[in-house]
Each structure stands twice: as structure tokens, then as C-alpha cells.
């Protein structure tokens, strides 16, 4: 494993948490049809 590949491994959870996050403020800002 490459020292980029380890950096995306450990970093992939927090950027699908962050990502997770971020849609549900927008969604809640937008009104739901």
C-alpha cells in the first residue's frame, strides 16, 4: 500500500461522513416535494 492509497483509506469514511452531512442541510434548506 502506497502512502496515498493509506491516506484515501483512512480519509474515505470521514468525506462519505462530510459528504452524508452536506446533503442532508441542503435537503432540509430545499422544500420536499
Known amino acids: ?3 496515498l492509497e493509506w491516506m ?3 480519509a474515505a469514511p470521514y468525506l ?3 459528504f452524508a ?3 442532508n ?3 432540509d434548506k430545499k ?3
Open 16 to 18: 462519505i461522513f462530510g
Open 31 to 33: 422544500p420536499r416535494c
Open 25 to 27: 442541510l441542503l435537503g
Open 21 to 23: 452531512l452536506g446533503v
Open 1 to 3: 500500500m502506497t502512502p
Open 8 to 10: 484515501l483509506f483512512v
